[in-house]
């Protein structure tokens, strides 16, 4: 089954820093790829997924960017954090055959 | 209007009662998820249904189509399943899978 790992755990960053999370997906191939995100108080919501290298689709506009360099990496970047970047962002996966699995999260403080 | 709307939002159980959780949602779907999320973040599927019911364990989940209704029932309740139980359905959008997200349910447990 897949594997999901995701780094760092938790950040803490200032605002106006640049941001730079990293997924990686074992144990398949070429599957699509999602970032959510949830935010304090708040549900989950899909921020960007992905179907294949290069092909990246935005949910929200939003002050975050993703690519997907390789078919099992997937990346959430930003330039310059704002405060509303804060929060718990979820990389998941879905190979068409059975439900998404989830990586662990990192936790993203910007202050 | 939540496209997925979950009720309760908290609920508090003694061990071993059984415990209902509800999703309603407004929206042709291919595929209706329940996820468990403990306290430190990281999130599980427990189920993924587009008819009929499913069983795990203490765990079902049923889903009525024609009604766009889900239930998930634990029997025998325990401390352990103490966590937030979050409904996300997959809206028919060719293959994506793209999630959209109940707002969950905080459930406790008590010994």
């Known amino acids: 089954s897949q594997t999901i790992h995701q780094w760092p755990a938790t950040l803490v960053q200032p605002v106006g820093s640049p941001l730079s999370l990293e997924c990686t997906v074992e144990?398949?191939?070429?599957?699509?790829l999602y970032w959510y995100r949830q935010a304090a108080g708040r549900g989950l919501q899909l921020l960007f997924y992905s179907v294949g290298i290069g092909q990246i689709s935005s949910e929200v506009p939003q002050n975050l960017s993703a690519s997907r360099p390789q078919d099992r990496q997937f990346i959430l970047s930003s330039k310059k954090l704002l405060l509303s970047d804060s929060g718990f962002y979820l990389c998941?996966?879905?190979?068409?055959?059975?439900?998404?699995?989830f990586g662990p999260g990192t936790r993203l403080t910007v202050l | 209007k939540n496209e997925v709307e979950q009720s309760p939002q908290n609920l508090t159980a003694q061990e071993g009662e059984f415990i209902t959780i509800n999703c309603s949602y407004s929206?042709?779907?291919?595929?209706l998820h329940w996820l468990q999320q403990h306290p430190g973040g990281g999130i599980v599927s427990l189920f993924m249904?587009?008819?009929g019911k499913k069983k795990h364990g203490r765990l079902i989940a049923t889903i009525n189509i024609q009604e766009k209704h889900s239930s998930l029932h634990i029997t025998a309740s325990h401390p352990r399943d103490s966590a937030v139980y979050i409904c996300?359905?997959?809206?028919?959008?060719?293959?994506?899978?793209?999630?959209?997200f109940g707002k969950g349910t905080k459930l406790t447990v008590n010994p």
């Open positions: 249904l587009s008819s």
């Open positions: 929206v042709g779907i291919s595929a």
């Open positions: 144990g398949t191939s070429n599957p699509n």
């Open positions: 998941a996966c879905y190979t068409g055959t059975d439900t998404q699995y």
């Open positions: 996300a359905v997959s809206p028919f959008q060719g293959g994506s899978e793209k999630l959209v």
